[in-house]
């Protein structure tokens, strides 16, 4: 199977770059087509760019972009795109050259790549490996969509003004969130202050929230998780009475099942808090398909399972 992947993505790349070959596509009087990787990024530019832009997000509720791979529709989206963006920091890593080469032929922006690398996370393991879920720290996001607006701003250079107004509503919606997740979030005891998820996406919304965080396993999906890291999990529930865990909608709950029966058999019952957004968002359509309405159930779940009071 690997093997016929490796083909496929080739003939995609290959066609692809014959595509660009071509003479390039110009922007009409229409909005001008936006294609961004993730539903975060698609969502939050479509409130920048209002009318101004027709976006479409290649992966959709469930999808892991740490394994997402590009499908022909994906190479035809990005060829008639006017703009692209994406995460970056190898979020989705399988797509990186096809990245590379569309950035020949029109403007490419990787949202996490575009930031201070001072305000980037490492691994706690490799400190060569940036934490590429930058969209959990509110302020950072903010950071990366300033320059996302820019490059808009760089095709519609009549509409600066108008880019610049619905950035700045946009952006006050983005403060209410941040003042809202904070007043939830101080609820939380000191002692429960610890977020474990089957996966570790959840550094930057553990550093701007003052929790500590653990994900079995890995800033990636494709990282193995060992019976090391599900015990080790275990004692810490044990040890601090941590009262939840959580699933993500895009990832397995195998592991996390694994930990909750191993700290019933050392004697301590552990909920299951709830399901978290972590790499996708919600169906479209509902408040959970909307970046400030993912961001704010991942909130609510997380402070209603940890606050020791169920308040």
Known sequence: MKKISVVLGAMLLGGFVSACGEEEQQTGDGPIKVVATTSQIGDSVSQIGGDLVEVTSLMGPGVDPHSYQATQNDINALQNADI??????????KMDEIFEQISASKPVLALG???????????????????????????LWKEALENATHELAELLPAEVETLENQQEEYFADLDRLITESEDLMEKIGEEKRVLITAHDAFGYFGRMHDLEVIGLQGLSTEDEIGLNEIQQTVTLLVDRKIPSVFVESSISDRSIQAVIQGAEQ??????????????????????????????????????EALNEDGE
């Open 113 to 139: 790549e575009s930031l201070d690398e001072e305000h980037l996370l490492a691994d706690s393991e490799n400190s060569n490996v940036v934490d590429p879920h930058i969209w959990f720290d509110v302020h």
């Open 266 to 303: 050392s004697g301590h019952e552990v909920e299951m808090g709830g399901e978290l957004y972590s790499d996708a968002m919600g169906e479209e359509g509902t408040e959970e398909g909307t970046y400030i309405g993912m961001y704010l159930h991942n909130v609510k779940t997380i402070s």
């Open 84 to 93: 692209v963006f994406y995460n970056g920091l190898h979020l989705e890593g």
